[in-house]
């Protein structure tokens, strides 16, 4: 089956699916929930259970009833029944109230071991057992088993990127940025498959404190650890990149009135940089579309900007300030980041596109409770046609992920070409989400 025919099956049998796999009726073999379970780290994860870095929930099983064991639980008869649907040495164990299973229409006594069932539920990972929602004997005919090991089938090979279908179906269509660019969602995002060993790997390295940076819905920022590489430059991104040193490199060398020595720190490379990030995060959080240039220099509040930054390096004055603001608004200006319109103003709806743009993938991949997402610099680029350095594109989506209070820890791994951000959902996520 081709990747296009497999797209359009997945479809049919998700199209009433309102967050990617987590609201639908996954059917799966207990072969197929063991490897499930190593990929999830449920237990880690406060319960929830993943495939292919999709979260899932209700899970349907085929098989034939090996057994069943009674159970006494708080003031209710259960019954655990065991299933076995061949795909593996172990057996599936099924919780259920003796008085549900009534309702089913099911008599333990009369020749149920032996059975042929369906059974549909929300997997316990901490009691490794299936809390049955539907349990029902099979018809004599294998018009049922076979769509369910067919439905099993197109699980396997379901693509590890999100495909269209899954985007569309989280309520986030493929309507047209605020810049006017159009947005097609499947380039932003794939999720690649989690490997348990080389996720801890990554984690004793040396210079994780280099690659990682740790953090959680705290608003409150850490500065203390950098989060980009300092090789991750336009070099990395491809032949055909924008130059993104036009963005940070200045287009000339200013004079520096004043006290001369406080704006030496900033002219290394590295302190610059850092400077100019944190100039960009205040200019990305003016609410208004467009503005002076005064205006700009009052709403940054850029005294405190680098009060922090310069700290211990001497006296500030306004026109030193001025200075420094102005030489990277010109660069900013380059780059095609803000725009002079033809009043004399400075449009900031590059920055107000991006900002959405950030924000509506980070909701997407909270609302399909993806386990981590990959953004690729050279996507981000061409989709806003700005020239900024890849840890602005980061710093970007920082303050998006610090922004939407969705109760999600997370961490940031960069790499040549792109950054990972990976979700650890809390107890009381999976509580609301449920």
């Not at 200045?250 to 002219?267: C, H, L, M």
Request: aromatic share 8%; charged share 25%; net charge negative.
């Amino acid at each position: 089956m081709e990747h296009g025919e497999l797209v359009s099956e997945y479809r049919c049998y998700s199209e009433r699916v309102s967050r990617g796999l987590y609201h639908a009726e996954v059917c799966m073999t207990v072969r197929m929930l063991h490897s499930c379970l190593d990929q999830s780290h449920a237990r880690v994860l406060g319960g929830k259970l993943y495939w292919k870095n999709r979260a899932i929930r209700r899970l349907k099983f085929v098989g034939t009833v090996i057994g069943v064991k009674y159970m006494w639980l708080k003031g209710d008869d259960y019954a655990v029944i065991h299933l076995d649907d061949s795909s593996d040495s172990s057996i599936l164990k099924c919780k259920c109230e003796v008085n549900q299973l009534n309702s089913f229409g099911i008599n333990i006594n009369a020749g149920f071991i032996g059975s042929r069932v369906e059974v549909c539920g929300v997997y316990n990972t901490e009691f490794n057992e299936l809390e049955v929602g539907f349990i029902g004997v099979l018809p004599s005919t294998l018009f049922s088993e076979i769509e369910h090991w067919r439905k099993c089938c197109l699980l396997l090979r379901m693509p590890d990127d999100l495909t269209d279908e899954e985007l569309k179906a989280s309520g986030i269509g493929d309507d047209e940025m605020q810049d006017g660019r159009d947005s097609p969602l499947d380039e932003y995002f794939s999720t690649p498959p989690q490997n348990k060993a080389q996720f801890i790997e990554k984690l004793v390295l040396r210079d994780v404190k280099d690659k990682l940076e740790i953090t959680s819905p705290d608003p409150v920022r850490n500065e203390s650890i950098s989060v980009v590489d300092d090789t991750c430059d336009n070099t990395t991104l491809g032949s055909n990149t924008i130059d993104l040193r036009t963005a940070i490199e200045p287009i000339t060398q200013p004079e520096v009135s004043g006290n001369d020595n406080f704006y030496k720190p900033a002219t290394g490379s590295t302190s610059k940089r850092k400077l100019y990030r944190k100039l960009f995060i205040a200019i990305y959080l003016i609410p208004e579309e467009e503005c002076t240039i005064n205006d700009l220099a009052r709403d940054i509040g850029i005294t405190s900007v680098l009060k922090g930054f310069l700290d211990g390096q001497g006296h500030i004055s306004n026109d030193d300030m001025q200075i420094i603001l102005q030489e990277y608004l010109s660069q900013l200006i380059t780059g095609d980041v803000l725009v002079i319109t033809a009043r004399n103003r400075v449009s900031l709806k590059k920055l107000h596109a991006l900002k959405a743009y950030t924000q509506k993938r980070i909701n997407l991949l909270l609302k399909i409770q993806a386990l981590l997402g990959t953004v690729r610099y050279q996507d981000v680029l061409q989709s806003t046609s700005m020239a900024i350095p890849a840890e602005t594109i980061i710093d970007a989506f920082k303050e998006s992920l610090r922004t939407i209070d969705a109760g999600v820890a997370w961490f940031i791994e960069t790499h040549q070409h792109s950054f990972t951000i990976h979700f650890t959902y809390s107890q009381s996520t999976q509580t609301c989400n449920n």
